[in-house]
């Protein structure tokens, strides 16, 4: 069983910095996709960052590219992401997402919630401004 854990959430001032890290469980962590997800009070669940399973190709919502890093560690079988420049509207549940991968789809990453097989349980982030 596949199963995420977030960690690395917390209260910090606008301009600071996080890193969030994404533990999972299983074998063959290395044929995953894995993407990050974010929930503020009252809005729907967005797609934050997503990294293809071949570790090559990354992509990023316009409102953290430049800001925001996705990342993994396979021998640590964990993801990260790296938040720069925090703002107040970055304030949210964040969510690791895996992806089974698949032949030939190596370079590929998936923005939508639904393309993803396992979910972990979030870490709130808080940007006080």
């Known amino acids: 069983q596949v199963q995420p854990v977030e960690s690395g959430g917390g209260l910090v001032q606008a301009g600071g910095s996080l890193r969030l890290s994404c533990a999972v469980s299983?074998?063959?962590?290395?044929?995953?996709?894995m993407g990050w997800f974010r929930q503020a009070p009252g809005k729907e669940r967005e797609f934050v960052a997503a990294?293809?399973?071949?570790?090559?190709?990354?992509y990023y919502t316009d409102s953290v590219k430049g800001r925001f890093t996705i990342s993994r560690d396979i021998a640590k079988n964990t993801g990260y992401l790296q938040m720069n420049s925090l703002k107040p509207e970055d304030t949210a549940i964040y969510y690791c997402?895996?992806?089974?991968?698949?032949?030939?789809?190596?370079?590929?990453?998936?923005?939508?919630?639904?393309?993803?097989?396992?979910w972990g349980q979030g870490t709130q982030v808080t940007v006080s401004s």
């Open positions: 997402a895996a992806k089974r991968g698949t032949n030939g789809s190596g370079n590929f990453y998936y923005t939508g919630s639904s393309e993803y097989d396992y």
């Open positions: 990294l293809s399973w071949s570790g090559v190709k990354t």
């Open positions: 299983g074998r063959a962590f290395s044929t995953y996709a």
